[in-house]
């Protein structure tokens, strides 16, 4: 199967899990050179009401995800292990 990372940013990620919606793909993670996904990266919830931003990312692995169909993929994860933090970004860099 192949396909672009425009179409993948084009499908929702669903916990299996929980039914808990995550959001569309933001990013893979990739290994060089070969070009094998490693993970999927989803953005996590927005703080105060979506005004400030995000604190982290859900990346989560290759193995975790349990099909892709043409507008969804479906994952079965414990998101809590899967939280990465953002980079905190000052005013003067």
Known sequence: MQEK???FRCKEIINVCDGCRLGFVS???LELPSG???AIIAPGPRRFFG???REYDYWIPWPCIRRIGSDIILVEADLEKFRRPLEKKG???
Do not use: K
Request: charge should be negative; avoid cysteine.
């Open 91 to 93: 005013l003067l860099e």
């Open 5 to 7: 990372f425009s179409e």
């Open 36 to 38: 094998r996904i490693l």
């Open 27 to 29: 990013d893979l993670e």
């Open 51 to 53: 005004l400030f931003g």
